[in-house]
């Protein structure tokens, strides 16, 4: 579905990305793990056409990303992709109700029906745990984790195939992370996504992943089905990481 | 009919963190598997026969041999196959039981024994009725199936796993410990559960702790011998 290869992104004299490959298959989630500074938030905004690169490439169905014009990337990213922050107020207008936020995607998208576009929006805001009541609410009066709930159904209202997450439950307390994973989880495999998962937590990495790339200083380390990597790892710094989770 | 067949397999530990130990734990291991038989992995604690059967489940990575696996009608080797072909052989060929349900937020247990059949594509009701069936025979009461076993105790957890690994028919099943933490009655099925999977054709590799329940079920040994230190 997507590929890409020799991808190099150097800030000055630092390297964000030094010859990074990755590939990435329809209904496969891909977690990508590192520190911060490992270069994975580089990589995720490279793949989505939203960081350019001093070498490399990234072919979606086929079509070169990093070539393409702006619109064609905005159309992509209304269509084919969704991305989600891991800030949800980056994602939503807070100045138009939670309703508008997540049915104006569809518009965007070419539907013009209003009764249709209400309907369709009261159904994935049931789909993400939060009461259709609320639709007309302002979402500034939510909580961090509806936020983001929120901005889970207005990415996922157009029906896109690849979904790029920046750590999705970064910044929420552990109980609403919980949820939000296992939310996640379910709908990834229900729709068959395909998703490239940034994060800096193991176990969301475990729960969510089928495959694991680990980053370290713009290099993938290692990479390999998910279990195999937190169960054995082999580079250094994979175990450095691995060990130092805190087992609940 | 052979299903799985284990050659010249090594697996060593590499411990950076440990100042680079190195921990030789297989050498040289070589077993065959056919349909309809069970083996039981014998030998003293710490000789590696989990480290063997995690190689086998893809779990481990392995340093050098093949781990020949029969997955549709083909021979693939796990211990080169990518996380793609072993999501595919972990659906539709290899099951694997471990000793601790790794325990996902919030899903209910009947949902987390029919996971491995909906993901077959097995229509929704019938992979309920399926896991339901193995929870009640299991002797886990129907009030406990919509809860997820995040709260249960050791052995209704197990339970939860067992039925989960004997849903689906697999051609291989791994068992490690299956019996350790449940009670004779328990138990009992599970030998029930093993018996019946050997006559559907599945091959059984297992590590039993309890000498009764070995002698019951499994045709034959295999010793897995501690490796000498060489180095």
Request: hydrophobic share 45%; with cysteine.
């Amino acid at each position: 579905m997507m590929h890409a290869e020799g991808l190099v992104l150097r800030f000055g004299a630092v390297a964000a990305l030094d010859d990074v490959a990755m590939e990435i298959h329809p209904g496969e989630v891909l977690a990508i793990v590192g520190e911060s500074g490992s270069g994975k938030t580089s990589l995720l905004r490279v793949l989505a056409g939203l960081q350019p690169v001093q070498a490399g490439s990234v072919v979606f169905d086929g079509q070169e990303v990093l070539s393409l014009s702006d619109a064609a990337k905005r159309r992509l990213m209304r269509t084919e992709w969704g991305f989600i922050h891991q800030n949800a107020r980056d994602a939503l207008r807070l100045d138009i109700s939670a309703g508008g936020n997540v049915g104006e995607r569809l518009m965007a998208a070419g539907a013009r029906h209003y009764g249709r576009i209400r309907e369709e929006t009261a159904h994935w805001l049931r789909r993400v745990e939060i009461d259709p009541a609320r639709m007309d609410e302002n979402p500034r009066n939510f909580s961090g984790g509806m936020q983001q709930r929120l901005q889970i159904a207005r990415t996922l209202i157009t029906r896109p195939r690849l979904v790029f997450m920046d750590e999705p439950t970064g910044g929420l307390d552990v109980s609403v992370q919980a949820k939000l994973l296992d939310l996640i989880r379910g709908l990834v495999a229900e729709l068959g996504l395909a998703v490239v998962l940034v994060t800096h937590d193991i176990a969301a990495a475990r729960l969510l992943a089928h495959r694991i790339m680990v980053m370290r200083h713009g290099r993938v380390v290692e990479e390999g089905l998910t279990d195999r990597v937190l169960d054995d790892p082999r580079h250094a710094y994979t175990q450095l990481l691995v060990s130092s989770v805190l087992a609940a | 009919m052979t299903v799985l067949r284990v050659e010249a397999l090594a697996k060593d530990f590499m411990l950076h963190l440990q100042g680079g130990l190195h921990m030789p734990v297989l050498r040289d291991v070589a077993l065959a598997i056919g349909a309809g038989e069970c083996v039981a992995l014998v030998g003293p604690s710490g000789a590696g026969k989990s480290t063997l059967m995690r190689c086998i489940q893809g779990n481990y990575g392995v340093g050098a041999g093949h781990i020949m696996l029969r997955h549709c009608g083909e021979w693939v080797d796990v211990a080169a196959a990518d996380a793609r072909l072993m999501r595919a052989v972990r659906r539709d060929t290899l099951g694997y039981v471990s000793q601790f349900l790794r325990v996902i937020p919030r899903v209910p247990s009947l949902e987390i024994v029919a996971e491995p059949l909906l993901a077959r594509g097995v229509p929704g009701d019938i992979a309920r009725v399926r896991a339901k069936d193995l929870l009640l025979r299991l002797n886990m009461p129907e009030a406990l199936h919509g809860l997820p076993p995040a709260t249960f105790s050791g052995g209704e957890q197990q339970r939860v796993n067992l039925a989960r690994g004997f849903a689906p028919h697999y051609p291989l099943l791994l068992l490690d410990e299956p019996t350790a933490s449940l009670d004779a009655a328990n138990a009992e099925v599970v030998i029930g559960l093993i018996t019946e999977a050997k006559r559907a054709g599945s091959a059984i590799l297992g590590i039993f702790h309890d000498a009764a329940v070995r002698a019951r079920v499994a045709d034959r040994l295999f010793e897995v011998h501690p490796v000498r230190e060489t180095a």
